[in-house]
């Protein structure tokens, strides 16, 4: 049963007498949060068990128009259309928005039984899992449905709710307040949850660590444009700076088969996989993979030409001399009952990895003007990329780096920062954080038809914000502008 109107995407179950009932009646003494143990198992629940990688990369400008793949996807074409899906179902803006708000609820039942505690002190653990999945929830919620965050503008740009209690009524009003409010309220959760995270958990992959915590701060300020504060948290993070040894290990896959590659890519004992989440989606190989809108070779190609040669790990893995279909992830079937013939799939994904922390503290260096330790990090990533990978003749330079972006500027800056986001280009290709570097840094995109047809997205094109559910006005809120 799903009570908060902000919480889901059916506003007629919110409304219907049965909820009513159902909220006039007292809980099950049995599921009271009365240990830190049952909280802890609440808290597995505090993770948004959606994602929105289809959509996000057919907006961006990875795909080409491949009219010769059978895959039909709604996401895929809305997506390279940059039209508002109708579907409300996985995958979809709607279900996104549903789930990271029940994320929230979740978190913020278990701040309520903390704060309640007769000990508090004992659950300072799972208050610091809560705060932060809380904020990184919020997060994602403001980086998808609200402009990016400017210093300039962010004052008065409207953001999303930001919900810190429990709701107590079916139709609680909010207000989107603004991205400069959210982004103080993610803040103030990170600062007072980072300090009480432990590690503790038997499966860390699972859960807010301290790596995935800082690894989340360090997105955060990226785009926050505090690139000291990544710095500091990708050197918490990795103090010892061992990047290198744990990232996702492309090379180790090679006599894998298909299924194994995607297993292991999404494994819970991969080093590079800081957070991993449950997700319900049909990013599967029959609706993803072979979609029409893909991400070529050709375009690998390009992205790549920087360092001076392929990204021969990853390619290794494509499905497709042609396009880019690399093997990431497993699809789970579930049956709906156990005489069903329909279900979901599920698929557990990378929500923070260390080749993301390691990027981002690249792309800080760079902005302050460190180039000599940007390089280091691009190194340190390319190294585990490249097969026989030699320093000389495959590392990164300044030199390779000038010659490849001088038609497009002499700036030193904005070449290295060029060369940071083609390096994240490739490494996550069907991951969605293209479309998160698109919409922090407002690159225009530009997608072109085998007809002919050019389609651009300009950096202040209102399609940028995905839409709000519909529902949410019900509860005074604005819809985004079309």
């Given at each position: 049963?799903?009570?908060?109107?902000?919480?889901?995407?059916?506003?007629?179950?919110v409304l219907s007498s049965g909820c009513k009932k159902y909220l006039d009646q007292a809980p099950d003494q049995r599921t009271k949060l009365n240990t830190p143990g049952k909280v802890s198992e609440l808290l597995v629940t505090a993770y948004p068990k959606a994602n929105l990688f289809l959509l996000s990369e057919a907006m961006s400008d990875n795909p080409i128009d491949n009219s010769t793949a059978?895959?039909?996807?709604?996401?895929?074409?809305?997506?390279?259309?940059?039209?508002?899906?109708?579907?409300?179902?996985?995958?979809?803006?709607?279900?996104?928005?549903?789930?990271?708000?029940?994320?929230?609820?979740?978190?913020?039942?278990?701040?309520?039984?903390?704060?309640?505690?007769?000990?508090?002190?004992?659950?300072?653990?799972?208050?610091?899992?809560?705060?932060?999945?809380?904020?990184?929830a919020h997060f994602m919620l403001v980086s998808y449905y609200a402009k990016a965050y400017n210093p300039a503008t962010s004052g008065t740009d409207p953001g999303i709710p930001y919900v810190t209690a429990p709701e107590k009524v079916v139709l609680q009003q909010y207000d989107r307040k603004t991205v400069a409010y959210v982004y103080e309220q993610i803040e103030k959760d990170l600062k007072e949850?980072?300090?009480?995270?432990?590690?503790?958990?038997?499966?860390?992959?699972?859960?807010?660590?301290?790596?995935?915590?800082?690894?989340?701060?360090?997105?955060?300020?990226?785009?926050?444009?505090?690139?000291?504060?990544?710095?500091?948290?990708?050197?918490?993070?990795?103090?010892?700076?061992?990047?290198?040894?744990?990232?996702?290990?492309?090379?180790?896959?090679?006599?894998?088969?298909?299924?194994?590659?995607?297993?292991?890519?999404?494994?819970?004992?991969?080093?590079?996989?800081?957070?991993?989440?449950?997700?319900?989606?049909?990013?599967?190989?029959?609706?993803?993979?072979?979609?029409?809108?893909?991400?070529?070779?050709?375009?690998?190609?390009?992205?790549?030409?920087?360092?001076?040669?392929?990204?021969?790990?990853?390619?290794?893995?494509?499905?497709?001399?042609?396009?880019?279909?690399?093997?990431?992830?497993?699809?789970?079937?579930?049956?709906?009952?156990?005489?069903?013939?329909?279900?979901?799939?599920?698929?557990?994904?990378?929500?923070?990895?260390?080749?993301?922390?390691?990027?981002?503290?690249?792309?800080?260096?760079?902005?302050?003007?460190?180039?000599?330790?940007?390089?280091?990090?691009?190194?340190?990533?390319?190294?585990?990329?490249?097969?026989?990978?030699?320093?000389?003749?495959?590392?990164?330079?300044?030199?390779?780096?000038?010659?490849?972006?001088?038609?497009?500027?002499?700036?030193?800056?904005?070449?290295?920062?060029?060369?940071?986001?083609?390096?994240?280009?490739?490494?996550?290709?069907?991951?969605?954080?293209?479309?998160?570097?698109?919409?922090?840094?407002?690159?225009?995109?530009?997608?072109?038809?085998?007809?002919?047809?050019?389609?651009?997205?300009?950096?202040?094109?209102?399609?940028?914000?995905?839409?709000?559910?519909?529902?949410?006005?019900?509860?005074?809120?604005?819809?985004?502008?079309?």
């Amino acid at each position: 049963m799903k009570k908060i109107i902000i919480y889901t995407m059916l506003s007629a179950l919110v409304l219907s007498s049965g909820c009513k009932k159902y909220l006039d009646q007292a809980p099950d003494q049995r599921t009271k949060l009365n240990t830190p143990g049952k909280v802890s198992e609440l808290l597995v629940t505090a993770y948004p068990k959606a994602n929105l990688f289809l959509l996000s990369e057919a907006m961006s400008d990875n795909p080409i128009d491949n009219s010769t793949a059978g895959g039909v996807n709604q996401m895929n074409i809305g997506g390279y259309f940059w039209k508002d899906p109708e579907s409300i179902s996985q995958d979809s803006p709607t279900y996104y928005w549903g789930s990271c708000y029940e994320a929230i609820a979740a978190a913020n039942q278990a701040l309520e039984a903390c704060n309640n505690a007769a000990n508090p002190q004992e659950y300072n653990s799972q208050r610091g899992e809560a705060l932060v999945a809380r904020a990184y929830a919020h997060f994602m919620l403001v980086s998808y449905y609200a402009k990016a965050y400017n210093p300039a503008t962010s004052g008065t740009d409207p953001g999303i709710p930001y919900v810190t209690a429990p709701e107590k009524v079916v139709l609680q009003q909010y207000d989107r307040k603004t991205v400069a409010y959210v982004y103080e309220q993610i803040e103030k959760d990170l600062k007072e949850g980072l300090p009480l995270i432990k590690d503790n958990y038997a499966v860390p992959a699972y859960h807010f660590t301290k790596k995935a915590a800082q690894a989340f701060a360090a997105r955060f300020y990226l785009n926050k444009r505090d690139y000291k504060s990544v710095i500091d948290a990708a050197n918490l993070a990795f103090p010892s700076n061992n990047f290198a040894g744990n990232v996702r290990p492309w090379i180790s896959y090679a006599n894998l088969d298909i299924t194994e590659q995607q297993k292991q890519f999404t494994s819970a004992t991969n080093p590079g996989n800081l957070l991993l989440g449950e997700t319900i989606t049909n990013m599967v190989p029959s609706a993803y993979y072979g979609s029409r809108y893909s991400f070529s070779q050709v375009k690998l190609n390009s992205v790549t030409a920087p360092v001076g040669v392929d990204f021969t790990a990853l390619k290794k893995y494509s499905t497709s001399s042609t396009f880019y279909f690399v093997n990431k992830f497993y699809r789970h079937f579930v049956y709906s009952s156990i005489n069903a013939t329909t279900g979901l799939n599920y698929s557990m994904v990378p929500f923070l990895t260390t080749e993301e922390l390691l990027m981002n503290r690249a792309e800080a260096y760079v902005m302050n003007e460190d180039y000599a330790s940007a390089l280091a990090d691009m190194n340190a990533l390319i190294s585990q990329r490249v097969l026989n990978y030699q320093e000389a003749a495959n590392g990164l330079t300044n030199a390779k780096i000038m010659a490849f972006y001088v038609s497009k500027t002499t700036d030193v800056k904005e070449a290295y920062l060029n060369a940071v986001l083609d390096i994240k280009r490739a490494e996550f290709v069907h991951e969605g954080i293209r479309w998160m570097d698109i919409k922090r840094l407002n690159l225009p995109v530009t997608h072109n038809d085998q007809d002919g047809t050019i389609r651009t997205l300009a950096a202040n094109d209102p399609r940028r914000l995905l839409q709000l559910p519909a529902e949410v006005t019900l509860s005074g809120i604005q819809l985004n502008p079309r």
